[in-house]
């Protein structure tokens, strides 16, 4: 391709595309590639997406946005084999406008949309494309080499975008941490219900949805799960390390199967058709590499940028958070005629100096102290319910007897100030 443009963007998810609008906006020459048959077509999340950078970049965004539900009820529950301990927040503001907390999406819809906005701003979307290595001239990035023919296409700085496995970082060298205790993998199916059955089940009415997180179970493995409520069907799935899964011999789609026979889960999905499957990887540890160099800038998942806290879970807001903090780099770089290193380190330092580096220096540590603590997600559920079973069994027993056997069981494999200890961490590190 002859042409030059701006900025070319590897990748149309939520980052590459909100980089992609912005510039565009600017009056800058963007061009996105996107390997997919259509952006959303190969990208796949559990199912919840944040509004503050949306609905900056798109107000009254729910106008027009694919959205599924707006959730307005969370629930956040730890199992044993046969029981569950939860806790729920419910609020009716979150699902009457302004929207501005958070929605469900399915990428497939949400994306295609997403992107059409960032092609009416004026960027040139071209899917269907791989881009399978850097052009680099006098050391600086300068272009992408892709798969088509005469498919080599320069531009003044490159975004990448292309996801949690870069091959555009990678390739310049920005990057190399792809070990497997660095990443989650995540695997999800849609099962179609009615929209009626759904709101009985989960007790939403009109746009209301659920977002519904699990942790504990099969014990012995290091995994959560999850169902989302679309419009008529339920975003059901689950996610777990990568050593956590060699080190059971399991594979993760027989931990789907054991997951959806929970008794507390079962229920929740009976009756309904899987509709779609598939599975995602995960960039859960921190960032191990440089955010930008000369010619070049990684956002989104591509520089796991990730709230891996199961509280929040949160990805595709700070991934737009990225995007657009690239898009206002390159704009300043542009005005100077600067693209070097030195210039486009504006980006990092804008990250920095928000909520996006501030949450993920936080909780980026959560992998590695999950793994150091696996008794969070496979002894303390079970104990927890187990606690819980013996309070709430009214029978001839004093309250006092039944105290002191709870406080037994919790403390059963360690004392009673490593139960402490190990709670104080909990609250340090994941909230």
Known sequence: ?????????????????????????????????????????????????????????????????????????RRFNLLSETSSVSFEFSTKDFSDPPHNNSFIALRARFDRWYAQKAAEAGALLVPETDVIDVIRKDGKVVGVRTQRSEGDIYADVVIAADGANSLVAKKAGLRSDFSSDRFTTGIKEIIELPKEVISQRFGLEGNEGAAVTFGGYPSGILCGGFIYTNKDSLSVGVTTYLHSLVENKMQVSDLLETFKKHPMVKPLIEGGRAREYGAHLIPEAAYKGKMCDDGILVIGDAASLLNPSPIFLEGTNLAMASGMYAAQTIKAAKEKGDFSRRSLDLYPQLLEKSFVMQDVTKYGKIPEFVTKNPQFLTDYPDLLCQSAKELFTLDERPKAEKKALVRKIMTQNSSSLKVARDLYKAYRNLL
């Open 1 to 73: 391709m002859d042409e030059r443009f701006d900025a070319i963007v590897v990748g149309s998810g939520p980052a590459g595309t909100t980089a992609a609008l912005c510039m565009a906006r600017e009056g800058l020459k963007v061009i996105v590639l996107e390997r997919g048959e259509y952006p959303g077509s190969k990208n796949l999340f559990g199912g919840v997406m944040y509004t503050a950078i949306l609905g900056k970049l798109v107000p009254k965004f729910w106008n027009e946005a694919p959205v599924e539900r707006y959730v307005a009820k």
